[in-house]
């Protein structure tokens, strides 16, 4: 089937709009993660998604990140009041329930300008 | 964690040389470990992973060894190939009890002709 996708592969913003970052997982995956990749960084967790249960969200960086995910399929990461700083790729993920087998997106590239 | 900027730790091999990528890890309790590959413009892949209870796993032409005395993982490519150039990352689970990875930060791996 298919892997994981996100939309848009890029977005370019004005300082303060807002924006949704949106990720398909694999169908039948129950956990989906999301991660924030500055230029020539590591992955930077921001928030985990299994199944039925509270979302662990203690990796996003401010409260004008949120995200959201429907049952097991749909996610969306929104940023509100977007700043220079948030710019990067935004990496979706998901596993089948087992944090070593996640399979990455393409990414979506955010930049503010 | 640190920042490394925008300059990532580059390794340059020639084409069907054997490749060494380094990683140091944080966590002694760290039980679960991966590597990954980043091809520009896409999201990470899966590579090899090792558990903490062992100390060398091999794969299709790559090799991962785990030092627990000094924190120290590292990932052997035998005969590398051009194909093999891109950002290589490890990834260490911090405890059974987490459902997250933590990130390093990369080492760019160039393949010449």
Redesign the interface.
Same mark, same amino acid.
Request: overall charge neutral; charged content about 20%.
């Given at each position: 089937g298919a892997g994981?996708s996100q939309s848009p592969s890029n977005k370019v913003t004005e300082k303060g709009k807002d924006v949704e970052l949106r990720c398909d997982p694999i169908s039948g995956h129950t /956990?989906l993660?999301w991660?924030r990749q500055r230029?020539? #960084?590591?992955?930077?967790?921001l928030i985990?998604f #299994?199944g039925n249960s509270a979302p662990?969200k203690s990796?996003l960086p401010s409260d004008r990140f949120s995200a959201e995910r429907t049952g097991e399929s749909v996610s969306t990461l929104t940023i509100q009041r977007t700043q220079q700083e948030d710019s990067a790729v935004y990496?979706c /993920?998901s596993s089948q329930n087992r944090?070593?087998? #996640?399979?990455?997106?393409?990414?979506t590239r955010l930049t503010v300008t | 964690g640190e920042?490394?900027? !925008?300059? !990532?730790p580059t390794l340059s091999v020639q084409e069907g040389d054997n490749s060494i990528i380094n990683c140091a890890y944080s966590n002694s309790a760290s039980d *679960?470990f991966?590597w990954y590959k980043q091809e520009s413009?896409?999201?990470?892949?899966?590579i090899i992973?090792i558990r903490s209870n062992m100390d060398k796993r091999q794969g299709q032409r790559v090799t991962v060894l785990l030092n627990k005395t000094v924190k120290h993982l590292s990932l052997q490519i035998a005969a590398t190939q051009p194909g093999d150039s891109a950002v290589y990352?490890c990834?260490e689970?911090l405890d059974s009890g *987490?459902? +997250? !990875? +933590?990130?390093?930060?990369?080492t760019m791996l160039l393949v010449s002709p």
């Amino acid at each position: 089937g298919a892997g994981v996708s996100q939309s848009p592969s890029n977005k370019v913003t004005e300082k303060g709009k807002d924006v949704e970052l949106r990720c398909d997982p694999i169908s039948g995956h129950t /956990a989906l993660y999301w991660y924030r990749q500055r230029l020539g #960084q590591g992955l930077e967790f921001l928030i985990y998604f #299994q199944g039925n249960s509270a979302p662990d969200k203690s990796g996003l960086p401010s409260d004008r990140f949120s995200a959201e995910r429907t049952g097991e399929s749909v996610s969306t990461l929104t940023i509100q009041r977007t700043q220079q700083e948030d710019s990067a790729v935004y990496l979706c /993920a998901s596993s089948q329930n087992r944090v070593y087998e #996640q399979y990455f997106g393409p990414g979506t590239r955010l930049t503010v300008t | 964690g640190e920042s490394v900027g !925008l300059h !990532l730790p580059t390794l340059s091999v020639q084409e069907g040389d054997n490749s060494i990528i380094n990683c140091a890890y944080s966590n002694s309790a760290s039980d *679960y470990f991966i590597w990954y590959k980043q091809e520009s413009g896409k999201g990470p892949q899966f590579i090899i992973d090792i558990r903490s209870n062992m100390d060398k796993r091999q794969g299709q032409r790559v090799t991962v060894l785990l030092n627990k005395t000094v924190k120290h993982l590292s990932l052997q490519i035998a005969a590398t190939q051009p194909g093999d150039s891109a950002v290589y990352f490890c990834a260490e689970r911090l405890d059974s009890g *987490y459902s +997250t !990875l +933590t990130f390093g930060k990369g080492t760019m791996l160039l393949v010449s002709p």
